[in-house]
Nanobody, 121 residues
Framework: QVQLVESGGGLVQPGGSLRLSCIAS????????MNWYRQAPGKERELVAV????????NYADSVKGRFTISRDNGKNTVYLQMNSLKPEDTAVYYCNARRTYSNSDYDDYWGQGTQVTVSS
């Protein structure tokens, strides 16, 4: 049974930091790219950060470059999102996603339940 369990969300003041974690189980973690998405109220879900399974580089949305860092520990089946210099516009539900692409139309796609991040004074 595939599970992605996020944690680390909460309320933080502008300029503060949070570290999100996502623990995966039920699939071969190292073979999957891991992604963090977020969805703010009334907005579409957006891709925030990407980290490949083994080889390749990370990638970030322009809105978080230089502030957020994605990392993974394949030995612990865990992906992290370190968020610094948080802004009110970072307020959203953050989702962990695991994806393995076999072809243009064939892929595995798993989602966590989300964790709320609220940036407010």
């Amino acid at each position: 049974q595939v599970q992605l369990v996020e944690s680390g969300g909460g309320l933080v003041q502008p300029g503060g930091s949070l570290r999100l974690s996502c623990i995966a189980s039920g699939f071969t973690f190292s073979r999957y790219a891991m992604n963090w998405y977020r969805q703010a109220p009334g907005k579409e879900r957006e891709l925030v950060a990407v980290i490949p399974g083994v080889f390749g580089s990370t990638n970030y949305a322009d809105s978080v470059k230089g502030r957020f860092t994605i990392s993974r520990d394949n030995g612990k089946n865990t992906v992290y999102l370190q968020m610094n210099s948080l802004k009110p516009e970072d307020t959203a539900v953050y989702y962990c996603n695991a994806r393995r692409t076999y072809s243009n139309s064939d892929y595995d796609d798993y989602w966590g339940q989300g964790t709320q991040v609220t940036v407010s004074s």
